[in-house]
C-alpha cells in the first residue's frame, strides 16, 4: 500500500491531497488485491499507522466485504450446488477469518486502546463478513468470539459492538430488506436461536456480574445488547430471577440505572401473548415497588426520571394494547387486565409534576 498516501491523512487535507487520496482510494477498491493490502497494513505489529490511516484501510475491507467477497446468489433460497462449492472452497475466506481473528486477539492484549470510532469501524466489517459467512462457511463465529473474552475488558467491549452491529444488519426493522435479505437474515437468527443463543446468554450475564463493580460502560453496553435482542430470543431467557435480580439491583445503580431502564423497556414491550405480558408486567412491577424504586426524589437527576417515566409509560401502554386485544373476547376476558392498569395511574401522573 502506498505510504506516501497514506501519510497525507496524517496531516490536514488541502484540496489536492484530498483529490489524490480520493483516486488513490478508486484505485484500491477497484484492485482484485487492494483488500489484501489493507489486511496487511492493518496486521503489522508496529503501531506506526495514524488512526486516519487504519480507518482508510478498513473502509477497502469494508468495500470489499460488501462488493466482492460473496456471489449475488449465495443469497438467494435456491443454490446449485456448483455455486455452493465454489463458495465453500473460496481462498478468500480463510485469509478473511485469519486476519479477523489476529487482530481481535492482537487488539485485545494491545497495551495501546483503539479510538472507539476505530472499533465501531472495525465491528462493522465483523458483522459484515458474519452475514456472508454464517452459517454456511464459518457457523463456530459466535463461538470463536465468545473464546475471546477470556482476553479482558477489550475483547468484551469489542464483542457487543460486534453484537450491536449484527442487529443492525439482521434485526433492525427501520432499515428495509429485500425479500433475499430477509431470508437470510431469518436463516440467520432461526440458527443463533438452534445453535448457541443459551451461550450468548450466559455470557451476558457472565459480563454483568464480572464488569459490574469495575467497568459500569462495558455493563451499559451489554444491558444495550440485551435490550436489542431481546425481540427475537425467548423471553424465559431474560425475564428470569437470575437476570430480574440484576435488573432490580442496577437500579439502584446511579451508573446503570439509566440503561437498565432502557433495557427493561425493550423486555417489558416484547411481543407476546397479552396474559402472559400482563403476568411480566405485574411480576415485574411488584419487585420494583418492593424494591423502592419508584420512592422519588424531588432532587433525583432529571435524566433519571425520564428514564424511569418511560419505563412506567411502557408498562401503561403495553397493558392497555393488552385490554385492547382481549375487548374481542368480552368484557369478562378485560377484567383481569383492569386493576393492574389502574394501579399504575397515580405513579404515572406523578411524572408529570416532575
Not at 446449485?80 to 463458495?87: G, I
Not at 482476553?151 to 434485526?171: N, Q, T
Not at 455470557?203 to 460502560?217: F, H, R, T
Not at 432529571?302 to 401503561?316: A, F, V
Request: charged share 25%.
Amino acid at each position: 500500500m502506498n505510504r506516501n498516501i497514506l501519510n497525507l491523512l496524517e496531516t490536514p487535507l488541502v484540496q489536492g491531497n484530498l483529490a489524490q487520496v480520493n483516486f488513490y482510494f478508486e484505485e484500491i477498491i477497484g484492485s482484485d488485491t487492494g483488500w489484501q493490502l489493507a489486511i496487511t497494513e492493518l496486521r503489522r505489529k508496529e503501531d506506526d499507522l495514524s488512526d486516519q490511516s487504519k480507518f482508510f484501510c478498513w473502509r477497502v475491507v469494508e468495500h470489499f466485504v460488501k462488493t466482492r467477497y460473496t456471489y449475488t446468489q449465495m443469497n438467494s433460497v435456491q443454490i446449485k450446488y456448483t455455486q455452493m462449492r465454489d463458495f465453500l472452497r473460496d481462498e478468500r475466506f480463510p485469509l478473511m477469518k485469519n486476519f479477523l481473528l489476529q487482530w481481535l486477539n492482537d487488539m485485545s492484549i494491545s497495551a495501546k486502546e483503539e479510538s472507539s470510532f476505530l472499533r465501531n469501524k472495525a465491528a462493522q466489517v465483523f458483522s459484515l463478513v458474519f452475514i456472508v459467512d454464517f452459517p454456511r462457511r464459518w457457523q463456530s463465529f459466535l463461538v470463536d468470539f465468545l473464546q475471546t473474552l477470556k482476553l479482558g475488558p477489550k475483547a468484551v467491549d469489542f464483542y457487543l459492538r460486534v453484537l450491536k452491529a449484527i442487529d443492525s444488519e439482521v434485526v433492525e426493522r427501520e432499515i428495509p430488506h429485500s425479500n433475499v435479505e430477509a431470508n437470510r437474515n431469518t436463516l440467520i437468527k432461526d440458527t443463533i436461536r438452534e445453535t448457541c443463543i443459551n451461550d450468548l446468554v450466559n455470557s451476558w450475564y457472565q459480563i454483568c456480574v464480572l464488569y459490574e463493580m469495575s467497568d459500569s460502560k462495558l455493563v451499559s453496553e451489554c444491558l444495550d445488547v440485551i435490550g436489542a435482542y431481546i425481540s427475537w430470543i425467548d423471553i424465559s431467557l431474560i425475564a428470569n430471577e437470575r437476570f430480574v435480580t440484576l435488573f432490580i439491583r442496577f437500579m439502584k445503580d446511579q451508573h446503570l440505572r439509566e440503561p437498565d431502564c432502557d433495557c427493561l423497556c425493550e423486555v417489558v414491550a416484547k411481543g407476546m401473548d397479552s396474559s402472559a405480558k400482563v403476568k411480566l408486567i405485574e411480576s415485574l412491577y411488584s419487585l420494583l415497588h418492593g424494591a423502592g424504586v419508584f420512592l422519588i426524589d424531588n432532587e433525583e437527576d432529571s435524566d433519571y426520571l425520564c428514564k424511569l417515566g418511560k419505563l412506567i409509560n411502557t408498562m401503561g401502554v403495553q397493558l392497555a394494547v393488552s385490554w385492547t386485544r382481549h375487548g374481542i373476547y368480552g368484557l369478562e376476558n378485560k377484567l383481569p387486565i383492569m386493576d393492574p392498569l389502574e394501579n399504575k395511574l397515580p405513579i404515572i401522573s406523578t411524572f408529570f409534576w416532575k
